[in-house]
């Protein structure tokens, strides 16, 4: 079955940088489009970011120009690389197979605090 796992969250400060990664297993990842969601506090499952398997992306406005979505077929990984991290950027950071919000199903998700 679809296995999705998040890693590297945590916390971090303003202006700081992070990497998450999502390992994928059960099913053919390089043949898949992917998405980045991510659940603010007290807020709904909001789309971040998604790449399709030619490796084109799309990007939420509020992150365009600060995060990267990028993938590594030979390693079934995903990547969020995340730059300028802003208080709001605080939430769970969800993967999850397909594009767009309703990719589904998703992983775990990992959490990222943004704090001074």
């Known amino acids: 079955q679809v296995q999705l796992v998040e890693s590297g969250g945590g916390l971090v400060q303003p202006g700081g940088s992070l990497r998450l990664s999502c390992t994928a297993s059960g099913f053919a990842f390089r043949i898949s489009k992917m998405t980045w969601l991510r659940q603010r506090p007290g807020k709904g499952l909001e789309w971040v970011s998604s790449?399709?398997?030619?490796?084109?992306?799309d990007y939420e406005d509020r992150v365009r120009g600060r995060f990267t979505i990028s993938r590594d077929n030979g390693k079934n990984t995903l990547y969020l690389q995340m730059h300028n991290l802003k208080f709001e950027d605080t939430a769970v950071y969800y993967c999850?197979?397909?594009?767009?919000?309703?990719?589904?199903?998703r992983g775990q998700g990992t959490q990222v605090t943004v704090s001074s």
């Open positions: 790449i399709n398997i030619d490796d084109t992306t």
């Open positions: 999850a197979k397909g594009w767009g919000v309703f990719a589904s199903p």
